[in-house]
């Protein structure tokens, strides 16, 4: 079943709070949730599927439609893919909705690891050490820097791909987010600058890293016949993918992500090509980790990934695929240590015109959305979902 014109995202929230030190998790959680519907013009007693993922604290959905009210479910849906898990969760609502199981679904995030630490932005309970993988790989001290910096240095390797190029990504990143008031880091940098940068996991400096932050975000997708009646501008999903890879017994290649899976699958069903995508939300928590995705998703080949992204080709305006036009993970927000759905909630900014008018892209009717949750040097989860302005 193709879910390709069933359901539309009409409603999209950012909470503006980068450090919430006199505010709980699930009030974050709520204060998305209202923030969405009410850009949507729907009030909570509208929802009847609810969708959350790790960084919901208790029994995950069911503890927060208890906090938030929702009475009226018939739908939930806590698949946990990190980052990109809300990118899955607009392809499930979308398909819970073509099935009939829902009309008006709410999607939400929200975390505080920057002023409660890392155990602020984890999934429930931890249980990483309790992972098949864990025996294998604990013991040798893996962290998240080191195995995307594995990735980094795999592709510099086999293709030349260079810190310079890399730095490119976060440039770009950093001249959006300058107009962006919420941003947590606003100050355009230039390349030198980020190659000057302390190294922190060779070869990724601290300006290839993305920010820490506290905060949230909130998605309203609903069917073909509730959009109609809501006075807000219609973004139609297309098509959407998703896909995991493992490290498949050490026989693994590091320098390409599940976004070579998921994102075919999105075009396929979208009916669109990577050359007709106006605009481009790409999982930044890493400057290496947009570089792959992009080769990944098509929009250049692979190995080709740091000519495409060097000399300010994604800067709104400037270059051939804007990117992040928020400032996106590497400079804006990354709530709870994982950003995908601020990915979907800026694509539909621009889908709407409703981006800044500094980075607002002329004419932006189609628009992708990709994340990725786990580590790329390890296991991670990929997710696509492809956008039009209806």
């Not at 949730?33 to 729907?42: K, V």
């Not at 009030?43 to 069911?62: E, L, N, Q, R, S």
């Not at 098949?132 to 995307?148: I, K, L, S």
């Not at 396929?268 to 947009?290: C, H, L, M, N, Q």
Request: hydrophobic share 35%.
């Amino acid at each position: 079943m193709s879910i390709k014109g069933k359901a539309y995202v009409m409603g999209a929230f950012e909470h503006p709070t980068r450090e919430a030190p006199d505010k709980s998790t699930p009030q974050l959680h709520a204060e998305c949730a209202r923030g969405a519907l009410e850009d949507a013009g729907l009030t909570k007693d509208d929802i009847d599927g609810y969708f959350c993922a790790g960084d919901a604290p208790g029994f995950g959905a069911m503890s927060m439609a208890d906090y938030m009210g929702l009475r009226n479910l018939r739908h939930m849906d806590s698949t946990e893919t990190g980052g990109s898990s809300y990118l899955l969760h607009v392809g499930h609502a979308a398909e819970a909705i073509a099935a009939g199981h829902c009309s008006v679904a709410l999607i939400t995030l929200a975390g505080k690891p920057l002023s409660s630490g890392p155990g602020g932005g984890g999934p429930r309970g931890g249980g990483f050490a309790a992972a098949p993988e864990a025996a294998f790989e604990m013991a040798y001290g893996g962290t998240t820097h080191n195995q995307y910096a594995m990735c980094a240095t795999r592709h510099m390797h086999e293709f030349g791909t260079t810190s310079e190029q890399l730095a490119w990504i976060k440039v770009a990143a950093s001249h959006h987010a300058q107009w962006n008031p919420h941003a947590f880091l606003k100050d355009v940098v230039t390349v030198e600058e980020v190659l000057a940068s302390p190294m922190i996991a060779t070869p990724l400096h601290r300006m290839d890293c993305c920010v820490i932050t506290d905060g949230g975000g909130a998605l309203i997708v609903t069917s073909p016949e509730i959009a109609k009646q809501l006075k807000r501008p219609k973004v139609k999903i297309l098509g959407v993918g998703e896909a995991p890879k493992g490290t498949y017994g050490g026989k693994v290649d590091l320098t390409y992500s599940g976004a070579a899976w998921s994102g075919p699958k999105a075009f396929a069903e979208a009916g669109v090509r990577p050359s007709d995508i106006k605009y481009a939300s790409i999982y930044d928590s890493f400057t290496i980790t947009v570089l792959m995705q992009i080769e990944d998703l098509g929009f250049c080949k692979k190995g080709e990934g740091g000519k495409f992204v060097a000399d300010g080709n994604l800067i709104s305006g400037v270059g051939k695929l804007p990117f992040n036009t928020d400032g996106g993970g590497l400079c804006n927000n990354h709530p709870t240590n994982r950003g995908g759905i601020t990915k979907v909630i800026e694509a539909v900014r621009q889908l709407r015109g409703e981006a800044h008018p500094k980075v607002q892209v002329a004419n932006c009717d189609l628009a992708i959305a990709h994340g990725t949750g786990g580590s790329l040097g390890t296991r991670h989860g990929s997710a696509t979902v492809i956008m039009e302005r209806e």
